[in-house]
């Protein structure tokens, strides 16, 4: 498994030229870039082909690969949403996110499959956002990139039966899951989720959560919280699992390169339980 750091690990507004020198300092070998609006720093709606070729150059010069990218968009135009036109927006999101990855030679993109809200019940964000991403599915193929949908608190896709069965009920090798490990653990127990997943598991975000606090402002940094990373590490071993752990992490409000580097060791210390779990 390698190591890597989300883009909203640093502060929004900093440099890419930074972000990317901050992560290759700091140990990591895989950055993951997030699609915004225009005018935000890296890729956006506007991001050229051209553009898109130009920051893959910037990564490789800084000695980093990037295989993921994600977005905070899909919040706002969700592919659940009762309005067409919102959900057509969230469908153009998704697919400009392949075709940057396409361009970056970057495997995955993360998508936040739908919102249950009072106005949009469990049933219809499930069957809104299944036909979507079915629909979605065939442009993928096209592109040679996965979509990986992430578990996330939008109340929905609670359990892990449940996401493997909505998972296979949309019937392609394109899409799978973008597994958050700290995401479920007020909830469950993340190494049970990845037994249940398995080779469904596409990508893997890592961060902590403090179970007393158990509301949003629970989460917290690495080996700052309840997870249990040994028994986490040896279920993505279990189902070989061998791609990139990618560090999501609230940034520091001073040094944003700290973090960075803090999240580095404290990953180095995830990787020696790998090598405990093999050994």
Not at 96 to 114: N, Q, R, W
Not at 151 to 164: A, T
Not at 169 to 188: K, R, T
């Amino acid at each position: 498994m390698k190591k890597g750091i989300n883009q909203w690990c640093y502060p929004a507004g900093a440099p890419l030229e930074d972000v990317l020198k901050w992560t290759s300092e700091a140990g990591f070998s895989a950055i993951e870039l997030n699609l915004g609006k225009p005018g935000d720093v890296g890729l956006t709606l506007e991001t050229s082909r051209e553009d898109a070729q130009e920051i893959g150059r910037q990564i490789k010069e800084a000695g980093l690969e990037i295989d993921s990218l994600s977005t905070a968009l899909l919040w706002e135009t969700p592919l659940s949403a009762a309005d067409p036109d919102v959900q057509n927006e969230g469908k153009q999101v998704v697919r400009k996110m392949l075709e940057l990855a396409h361009e970056l030679d970057a495997s995955t993109v993360l998508v936040v499959p739908g919102i249950v809200t009072a106005d949009v019940s469990y049933e219809q964000c499930y069957e809104r956002s299944k036909a979507a991403l079915i629909e979605l599915a065939s442009y993928a193929e096209q592109l040679d990139v996965t979509i990986g949908v992430e578990n996330v608190w939008n109340r929905f896709l609670l359990s892990p039966l449940e996401m493997k069965a909505y998972i296979d009920e949309i019937g392609s090798a394109q899409v799978g899951a973008y597994f958050d490990v700290g995401n479920v653990l007020q909830f469950g127990f993340p190494e049970q989720w990845i037994a249940l997943l398995g080779e469904r598991i596409l990508k893997v975000h890592v961060k902590d959560f403090k179970t007393s606090v158990g509301n949003i402002t629970g989460f917290t940094n690495l080996l700052a919280g309840d997870v249990n990373w040994q028994s986490v590490i040896s279920a993505l071993d279990k189902i070989g699992y061998s791609g990139e752990l990618t560090a999501e992490l609230t940034p520091y409000a001073h040094d944003p390169a700290a973090l960075a580097y803090d999240t580095a060791r404290q990953m180095d210390v995830l990787l020696g339980l790998k090598t405990a779990v093999e050994n």
